[in-house]
């Protein structure tokens, strides 16, 4: 179970995390998919920086924990939280984001990006991917866990489902699926338009999977409970957590909106953004203290 001290300095690096994914969405000349990179920032905190066994110095390390992105067009939030971890150079990221050939690209490019373990960006893909990889691990005895972020809008798609089925159907207790249950798409809410997904957490169950609900994926202590309470990998079923989040988690104008899927910050909004982040930091500070 982590400390007090480990879930303050977890919080820290979200809020650095947020800082970061602003200002790059405020100086960068194309479109960031800032909504979505906030919701999931606690998510892909706490991964990286607390559950997730890796070492940034040995990526073939055998006995790593696996990591796919389904929702590749989180990408630039990936990259943020594996360099807090020491993957990668902030500023290497910053200045070579999007550009012919670089290693960060706008979707995840294993060919550019040893560090993965594979390219992503089609959704509805991830998780068989994974199951591809869990299965590997189970054929040779080995015990590492198989993680798999996954949008709620992607999990529309009947690939997710036929993955879902084979994954308790192999009784792959190695694989841990996170899902982004931000009940938004680029462009609408998920209740609304799209076909309606609840009870969500109940049709994964249905699937055959262990599922823990997490009620605020945007509270790093829950998040960080949720996964101290992911079962031993040797298992026989596949764990879901399903975090509730909040699309543009942190900025009074972003949060719920559909219009900020994706978009830059112009200098005024930049500032609102920030000082939103800030202020709830201090708050948060404040009542720990």
């Given at each position: 179970?982590?400390?007090?001290?480990e879930?303050?300095?977890?919080?820290?690096l979200?809020?650095?995390?947020?800082?970061?994914?602003?200002?790059?969405?405020?100086?960068?000349?194309?479109?960031?998919?800032?909504?979505?990179?906030?919701?999931?920032?606690?998510?892909?905190?706490?991964?990286?920086?607390?559950?997730?066994?890796?070492?940034?110095?040995?990526?073939?390390?055998?006995?790593?924990?696996?990591?796919?992105?389904?929702k590749?067009?989180?990408?630039?939030?990936?990259?943020?939280?594996?360099?807090?971890?020491?993957?990668?150079?902030?500023?290497?990221?910053?200045?070579?984001?999007?550009?012919?050939?670089?290693?960060?690209g706008?979707?995840?490019?294993?060919?550019?990006?040893?560090?993965?373990?594979c390219?992503?960006?089609?959704?509805?893909?991830?998780?068989?991917?994974?199951?591809?990889?869990?299965i590997?691990?189970?054929?040779?005895?080995?015990?590492?866990?198989?993680?798999?972020?996954?949008?709620?809008?992607?999990?529309?798609?009947?690939?997710?489902?036929?993955?879902?089925?084979?994954?308790?159907?192999?009784?792959?207790?190695?694989?841990?699926?996170?899902?982004?249950?931000?009940?938004?798409t680029m462009?609408?809410?998920?209740?609304?338009?799209?076909?309606?997904?609840?009870?969500?957490?109940?049709?994964?169950?249905?699937?055959?999977?262990?599922?823990?609900?997490?009620e605020?994926?945007?509270?790093?202590?829950?998040?960080?409970?949720a996964?101290?309470?992911?079962?031993?990998?040797?298992?026989?079923?596949p764990?879901?957590?399903?975090?509730n989040?909040?699309?543009?988690?942190?900025?009074?104008?972003?949060?719920?909106?559909?219009?900020?899927?994706s978009?830059?910050?112009?200098?005024?909004?930049?500032e609102?953004?920030?000082?939103?982040?800030?202020a709830?930091?201090?708050?948060?500070?404040?009542?720990?203290?």
């Amino acid at each position: 179970m982590a400390t007090t001290k480990e879930i303050f300095s977890l919080k820290e690096l979200a809020y650095e995390m947020r800082m970061k994914l602003l200002k790059f969405c405020g100086s960068y000349s194309g479109s960031v998919h800032i909504g979505g990179d906030l919701s999931m920032t606690e998510m892909l905190v706490a991964l990286w920086n607390y559950k997730i066994k890796c070492n940034p110095e040995d990526l073939a390390w055998p006995e790593r924990d696996r990591f796919i992105m389904s929702k590749g067009h989180g990408a630039l939030a990936m990259y943020i939280a594996m360099s807090l971890r020491g993957f990668f150079d902030y500023d290497e990221i910053i200045s070579t984001y999007g550009k012919l050939d670089s290693k960060f690209g706008m979707h995840p490019c294993r060919v550019q990006l040893p560090a993965l373990e594979c390219s992503s960006g089609s959704l509805g893909q991830g998780l068989a991917m994974a199951n591809g990889l869990a299965i590997h691990a189970k054929s040779k005895g080995e015990n590492y866990r198989v993680f798999c972020l996954m949008g709620d809008g992607e999990t529309g798609e009947g690939s997710v489902w036929e993955a879902a089925m084979l994954s308790s159907s192999y009784k792959l207790g190695n694989i841990v699926g996170l899902v982004d249950r931000n009940h938004q798409t680029m462009t609408f809410y998920t209740e609304d338009k799209y076909m309606s997904m609840d009870p969500y957490a109940d049709k994964w169950r249905a699937f055959g999977w262990n599922v823990i609900e997490v009620e605020d994926g945007n509270d790093m202590e829950q998040i960080v409970n949720a996964l101290d309470a992911i079962p031993d990998p040797s298992g026989d079923k596949p764990t879901m957590i399903v975090c509730n989040t909040l699309k543009g988690k942190g900025v009074s104008f972003m949060e719920r909106s559909l219009g900020w899927h994706s978009g830059t910050l112009g200098t005024e909004d930049m500032e609102r953004a920030l000082a939103d982040v800030e202020a709830a930091w201090n708050a948060e500070k404040e009542e720990m203290a």
